[in-house]
């Protein structure tokens, strides 16, 4: 930016913000800047557009620019701005939990399709966004949701509270080492699927500030596919289903012949970008 005297109106900082995250390589660059600008003024950002001719006054300029400093450092705007969207709503985030991804949202929508259940089990909540999203859609009588991470849970509650939730259970639970007492109608996951050896190719944004725990399993991408086949008697009811979320591209056959080899069936679903991301699986 020019001088500190200059005086900003909110669109010339929404444009100047714009050309500058493009030029950096950074994509989605006119909404980032909207949602900065949303944070600063705590307005929505429909109000923007009333508010172009508006300057913005100096201390609003000072936390204008350190989070566009972050942001050009490598930092993911949800974390700038302690929130990230999923399914039409906010949740608290922070540097313990997975940033939730619009692709996550086909699980809801799968599960709003299958019909409502009687349970649902979310097996690595993170954030908590798919169980506390499926509480409000009214998708199952009984919810529950674990995470190997304490500080994931505590992150989880804290957006039940938020969201004004309050039937969900949350705990602390390591999948990959300890059983479930009960089986559920559905059970759903956006597991760690990034082979170790890809860790380094991610981008700034998520190696370096996501937790790796939720990212990879630390082999091959796979391990929680196989134990979600050698599990799925112990999980699923008779009639209950499986669903995942998948890395996309030659995931998608790998993880089919995990579940075909256990005599399970599966169906693969694409999500906007036209890749694969989510496996539902059934007996």
Not at 191 to 196: D, E, F, M, N, R
Not at 242 to 258: K, P, R, T, Y
């Amino acid at each position: 930016m020019t001088t500190n005297t200059k005086l900003w109106r909110i669109i010339d900082l929404i444009n100047w913000g714009t050309n500058h995250f493009t030029a950096k390589g950074l994509n989605n660059a006119r909404r980032e800047m909207e949602w900065f600008l949303c944070e600063i003024l705590t307005c929505k950002r429909i109000d923007l557009y009333v508010r172009f001719e508006e300057i913005m006054n100096g201390s609003e300029m000072e936390i204008f620019r350190e989070m566009v400093k972050r942001r050009i450092s490598g930092e993911p705007f949800q974390h700038i701005i302690g929130k990230a969207p999923f399914y039409g709503r906010d949740f608290i985030v922070n540097q313990n939990v997975l940033i939730p991804r619009p692709e996550t949202e086909i699980l809801i929508e799968r599960i709003k399709t299958n019909g409502k259940v009687g349970s649902l089990l979310d097996i690595g909540t993170g954030t908590g966004c798919i169980a506390i999203t499926a509480e409000i859609e009214n998708l199952a009588d009984n919810i529950f949701a674990t995470d190997i991470s304490e500080s994931s849970i505590e992150i989880a509650k804290e957006n039940m509270t938020l969201h004004h939730v309050e039937k969900i259970q949350f705990a602390r639970h390591d999948f990959l080492r300890q059983n479930f007492k009960s089986n559920f109608d559905v059970v759903v996951s956006n597991p760690p699927y990034i082979a170790v050896n890809e860790m380094n190719a991610l981008q700034t944004e998520v190696k370096d500030y996501d937790p790796p725990s939720a990212l990879t399993d630390y082999s091959d991408g796979l391990t929680f596919y196989r134990h979600f086949s050698e599990q799925f008697d112990n999980l699923l009811k008779l009639d209950g289903y499986l669903l995942l979320e998948i890395g996309g591209g030659d995931q998608q056959d790998a993880v089919e012949s995990i579940f075909q080899n256990a005599g399970l069936n599966t169906e693969f679903f694409k999500d906007l970008q036209q890749d694969w991301r989510m496996v539902e699986v059934r007996r």
